[in-house]
Structures are given as structure tokens and as C-alpha cells.
């Protein structure tokens, strides 16, 4: 969520308060709009994730939806390469695999 920039009139300042206070809740109930889903490329051994939330510096956390994501996670394979990490996206790192349904919920923080 955006915010707008800060008003210069009195008459603005109102609207922009609720919607400063509408987001600072949003954020306490958890809800960080920092999460997406990412399907891993089929028959290679590396898929990026593009976003424009993700920085040099930003931890992905990885959460399987699928059964064949769960087993990618579980073999060992699977972990974001730091020589990928770029602004706006990262490299993940993955078994060769011709599955198509490797699909995974993910969080960027920082």
C-alpha cells in the first residue's frame, strides 16, 4: 500500500491521516503486502524471481503449496544463490526436475 504524499492544505489533511492510520493498522494485523507466489521452471536447475519489493539485501522465506514443492524443499537442493541477488529479483537454485507444480508461497523481508 501506498501512501499519498504528505498535503498541503488543511482540507487534505484529514483524508491523508486515515489513510496514513488505515495502513499503520494494516501492518500491525500483519498484513505487509511483502508476499506473492512462485512456480520453479521446469527441466533446469535455476528460476528467477523477479519483484520489485526484493532487495540486494532481502531474505526470501519459501513456503511450499504443493506436495512436489514440499519434496523440492525436503531434498536439499533448494536455496537462493547469493551470486543472483539482484535489485528487483533473486536467483533460486533447484533439483533439475520436470515437474511443473513445484509451487511456493513466498515472504520478502528487508
Known amino acids: 500500500m501506498t501512501l ?3 498535503p ?3 482540507a487534505t489533511w484529514r483524508e491523508w491521516l486515515t489513510k496514513v492510520s488505515t495502513t499503520l493498522n494494516e501492518v500491525l494485523r500483519g ?3 511483502v508476499v506473492g507466489t512462485f512456480t520453479l521452471s521446469a527441466s533446469v536447475t535455476s528460476s528467477t ?3 520489485d ?3 540486494l ?3 526470501i522465506v519459501l ?3 504443493t506436495a ?3 519434496a523440492e524443499l525436503g531434498n536439499g537442493t533448494l536455496f537462493v544463490s547469493e551470486s543472483g541477488r539482484n535489485n528487483g529479483s533473486v536467483v533460486i537454485t533447484h533439483a533439475n526436475n520436470a515437474q511443473t507444480d513445484r509451487t511456493f508461497r513466498f515472504a520478502i523481508i528487508g
Open 53 to 55: 519489493r526484493i532487495s
Open 68 to 70: 512436489n514443492a514440499a
Open 4 to 6: 499519498p504524499a504528505v
Open 31 to 33: 498484513r505487509l503486502n
Open 63 to 65: 513456503s511450499p503449496t
Open 8 to 10: 498541503t492544505t488543511a
Open 57 to 59: 539485501n532481502s531474505i
Open 49 to 51: 524471481l523477479t519483484d
